[in-house]
């Protein structure tokens, strides 16, 4: 435990100190905050209760982008920067074992990415209590409230599962980067059945969105567990 | 310290390390020498617990490979090729972090003793990055060094420093000798290596050679003595006629004795030469130098691979 705490402390200590991964966690949720915001004024202008409720939950939906995609900037980071810093090899060569190492990194990506998640969050319902007026709760209803607070940790573990997988596999960089995208597919297919508005919001679709998720993290997290291998880092990195 | 039997290692079809033998001990300095590819990483990959040998087996600090890596990691102390620093955190956050990784119980006095010990407590609060090469490899071996290990790899430790910083590890190699400390150097630096190690490993796959560098000098070159003459007398080298030398050359006033013992026998040699009429300039012992010997033996390597 003292170890994955010290991974963890370093992790976050060099992500502050890296701009490129705080531009990753910090524009986006604002961007699409500011977004959301700017929508409902515009539709607040206009006297529409019916239409404001449905920009609402669009904006909901970016809460559940959020976990998905935070976590990769700080997860590729984490072990593409420790390559090409050339620490992998001195970080390795020590008691830390394989799991704590998994561990320590995909902690340090979940837990920012789901503080940010839920603040961004809180940001927009402050905003939209400001700037609109009040907030929608006919919208905000309680399967959309378990929908961000239960599922995004699923989402996020998921995403930094798939990424860890990859960066531990992949023999550079790039392909690392390029195909961790694939780490947001969970979050993206719901929210297109959403947005279609095929079907409502309901307990009993986020409780199966969430049992889905939960069944595939688990899989990509036993995965991951098994071949996040200090050997196949060390010498299938380039 | 370390004992590695038949250590042997694959990567698909490319063999990197071919049944190597041997024992490094306790409070040596043991110099691994080989060119670029030669599997010494891979060596010390393996023997650090960082990866698996296809086949063989190693004891390193007492534990065996492959029962508990985790201790051998404990009890060794890695400096790789590249410091490997975490450039945007400060001297003094690099070894904390470490210290912390090592379990030890107060990183942050660990961090300090061993940032005074080189020379960085005034930098500490620098990113490792914006610190000069000597002092990010200085940093790198702190880092290797901090939880007292028993057993010490060091990769090219002076390997692009200038002749004041390299001296200055070459000191502290000492140092940690004087202290017991095994230390397994890979180095291309082979003057640092004649002047470092106890005895040396030449290798390339597999083990071309190991012994004291000066027994092994003296097993492939005899032990030599040269005399300066001030003026070339033609015919002395059979006129000397003493029974101890092995062979002798004579070039331009120049002879090169071949002798079991020169300390012992040198003495002899220059009575007769004086007394055949010699003038003697110098007497000196000739000493090849290892980077002689390594290409020598390395070039009959290439020759039977």
């Known amino acids: 435990m003292r170890r994955i705490s010290a991974l963890l402390r370093k992790e976050w200590r060099e992500s502050l100190r890296n701009k490129m991964v705080l531009f990753g966690v910090a524009v986006l949720p604002l961007l699409l905050v500011g977004m959301a915001i700017y929508m409902m004024k515009t539709e607040a202008g206009l006297d529409d209760p019916v239409g404001e409720a449905v920009l609402f939950n669009t904006s909901l939906m970016y809460f559940l982008l959020l976990p998905a995609v935070i976590p990769l900037a700080i997860a590729v980071y984490s072990i593409v920067g420790e390559k090409e810093q050339s620490t992998l090899e001195p970080l390795l060569a020590t008691p830390l074992t394989d799991i704590e190492l998994f561990l320590g990194k995909a902690l340090a990506s979940v837990i920012p990415a789901l503080l940010v998640n839920w603040a961004s969050f809180g940001l927009f319902l402050i905003a939209t209590l400001v700037v609109v007026g009040g907030i929608p709760l006919t919208a905000l209803t309680p399967p959309w409230l378990a929908a961000i607070f239960g599922l995004s940790p699923l989402l996020a573990l998921f995403s930094v599962g798939v990424t860890m997988v990859i960066s531990s596999r992949a023999s550079d960089a790039r392909a690392a980067y390029q195909f961790s995208s694939f780490a947001i597919l969970p979050a993206i297919i719901p929210l297109i059945v959403y947005s279609t508005r095929r079907t409502l919001v309901s307990v009993g679709l986020v409780a199966l969105q969430g049992g889905i998720l939960a069944v595939a993290c688990a899989a990509i997290l036993f995965f991951a567990v098994r071949v996040f291998r200090r050997e196949q880092i060390l010498t299938r990195w380039k | ?305």
């Open chain 2, 1 to 305: 310290m370390i004992t590695a039997r038949g250590l042997t290692r694959r990567f698909g079809q490319r063999m990197a390390v071919e049944g190597l033998d041997l024992d490094v001990a306790k409070g040596e300095v043991f110099g691994f020498l080989g060119p670029n590819g030669a599997g010494k990483t891979t060596t010390v990959r393996m023997l650090a617990a960082l990866i698996a040998p296809t086949s063989g087996e190693a004891t390193v600090a007492g534990v065996r490979l492959g029962t508990d890596n985790q201790a051998i990691r404990s009890k060794v102390g890695v400096l790789t090729e590249a410091p490997g620093l975490y450039k945007r955190l400060s001297a003094f956050d690099n070894l904390v972090f470490f210290a912390r990784l090592q379990g030890e119980r107060d990183p942050r006095a660990v961090a300090e003793k061993y940032l005074r010990l080189f020379g960085l407590w005034e930098r500490r609060g620098d990113a490792a990055g914006s610190l000069s090469k000597g002092m990010r490899q200085k940093l790198a071996i702190a880092r290797a060094l901090l939880h007292e290990p028993q057993v010490i790899f060091l990769d090219e430790p002076t390997a692009g420093l200038d002749p004041e910083a390299a001296r200055s590890v070459r000191e502290l190699i000492e140092a940690l000798r004087s202290r017991d400390r095994t230390i397994f150097l890979c180095t291309h630096n082979l003057a640092e290596a004649d002047r470092l190690c106890d005895r040396i490993a030449l290798f390339k796959t597999r083990l071309v050679t190991l012994g004291q560098p000066e027994a092994l000098r003296e097993a492939r070159y005899g032990r030599r003595t040269l005399v300066r003459l001030a003026r070339p007398m033609p015919g002395i080298g059979q006129a000397l006629e003493l029974p101890f030398i092995r062979s002798i050359e004579s070039k331009d006033g120049e002879l090169v004795v071949s002798l079991k013992d020169p300390a012992a026998e040198n003495p002899s040699l220059v009575r007769r030469l004086v007394e055949l009429g010699a003038e003697i300039q110098s007497v000196e012992e000739l000493r090849v130098p290892l980077e002689e010997m390594y290409l020598d033996l390395m070039e009959g390597e290439d020759e039977t691979d």
